[in-house]
Structure formats: C-alpha cells, structure tokens
C-alpha cells in the first residue's frame, strides 16, 4: 500500500556546500525519505492514467518522472552507503575488502589524527568523495553493495518481488539510466533529427515500478544484515 499524503514540507538551502554537510541518517530515515519522494511520483502516475491520451505537456512530465524516480533511488544507495561506513569505521560490523582499500586524500588524513574523533573526519572524506559519485547504472550500483560487503547474488535470491537474476536486473537498469541520460541530457530528441523520442506511459510505469522493487528488496536485505 503506498501512502499518497505528503507530510509537512520543509525546504533546503540550494546554495552550495564546499564540504557536504554529514548527517547521520538511520536506515529507516532513509527509506522514508525515499518512499515520501515515491509517493509524489505514484500520485503523478495516477494522474497522468486518468487523463487519457497524454499531450505534449503530460509527455515531459511522464519524462520527468522516470528521470526523478531514477534520481531518489541514487539518493538512496548514497545514504546506504554512508550508514554502512559509518558502521565500519566505528566497528559496528565487519570492514569490507574494498572498505579497507579505500583512497581518501592526505590532507584529510593528516584533519583526521588531528582531530579529538577521528572517525568523524574520515567519514566526513568519505562523504565528500561520495558527493562525486552517481549510483543509477548497473554497475555503479554494484560497485556499491560490493563496497559495503553486500552481493547482487544475495540480493537476486533473498527476492521479496520476484526479481530474479542480475543479468535481467542489470540489463533493466541500464535501460532506464539510458534513457534517463538522454531525457536529462539530450532532451530526449534524438541526434540524428531532433525529433522527440516515442514515450509511454504504461512502459515508463513498469519502468518506475521496478525500480521501487529493487530499493525495497535491498533494503530488506540489509535491514536483515545490520539489524
């Protein structure tokens, strides 16, 4: 069942940070956060089906949608994977190999042992090169859960909606992020014409609505493994 309310809105400041502001966010802060964006995309979807045939207008915000669904689940895997640092750093669990191979800057080891917390700073570096990062194609995302010790395997067999195997898994994300970076960086025109390129709703639906299993099955999944 999904909640269409919205709760009380607040706004960020947009201006922006030399250094990510660190926010340590609970696991179950971060699937809210998440299912409250999914609920603004469920309810658009719904209103775009009862209006029938779409016209231009309904088009770009059936466009919008898929580049917004694609944009919360990124939102998602960044704090996922700070929430597990953060664990490994402190000792909570288990280090990863790639936890252990992780570059961070000199400079910022040099802030840390200066500091009274070191943890603190070093994840603050970490969040800083996660800033960079974007975590919306198969293998970004893959990189990720490797990271913090988690394997697309364990995801695909422990499926609480029947997403099974990483080869189809990875072949529909990649869809999405295709066609996701051309609506955000083409426009969604093709190169060879500048003609718009064909959108349905019922496909862009399915489209979002395998990306919502995918976040619910992993975090299923790693609620399970840090709980």
């Not at 840390?112 to 293998?139: C, G, Y």
């Amino acid at each position: 069942m999904i909640n269409q309310s919205i709760g009380k809105r607040t706004r960020a400041n947009r201006s922006p940070q030399a250094v990510p502001t660190l926010v340590k966010f609970q696991l179950e802060d971060i699937i809210k956060h998440y299912k409250d964006s999914y609920s603004v995309i469920y309810n658009q979807l719904s209103a775009l089906q009862s209006s029938g045939t779409l016209d231009e207008s309904q088009e770009f915000v059936l466009r919008s949608i898929l580049v917004y669904s694609s944009s919360i689940m990124d939102f998602y895997f960044h704090e996922l994977g700070k929430v597990f640092y953060l664990k490994m750093i402190i000792g909570d669990i288990k280090e990863s190999n790639d936890f252990k191979k992780m570059e961070l800057p000199l400079e910022d080891i040099r802030e840390a042992l200066s500091k009274q917390d070191p943890n603190e700073w070093f994840i603050k570096s970490i969040v800083r090169t996660m800033h960079k990062s974007v975590f919306q194609s198969s293998e970004q995302i893959k990189g990720l859960l490797k990271s913090i010790d988690i394997s697309v395997n364990e995801i695909c067999n422990n499926s609480i909606g029947g997403l099974k195997g990483w080869n189809v898994i990875k072949e529909k994300l990649d869809e999405i992020y295709r066609i996701r970076n051309q609506i955000a960086h083409q426009a969604d025109r093709s190169h060879s014409n500048a003609d718009y390129y064909e959108i349905d709703l019922d496909d862009i639906k399915k489209k979002v609505e395998f990306c919502h299993q995918f976040v619910q099955d992993i975090h299923q999944f790693v609620s399970k493994k840090i709980s």
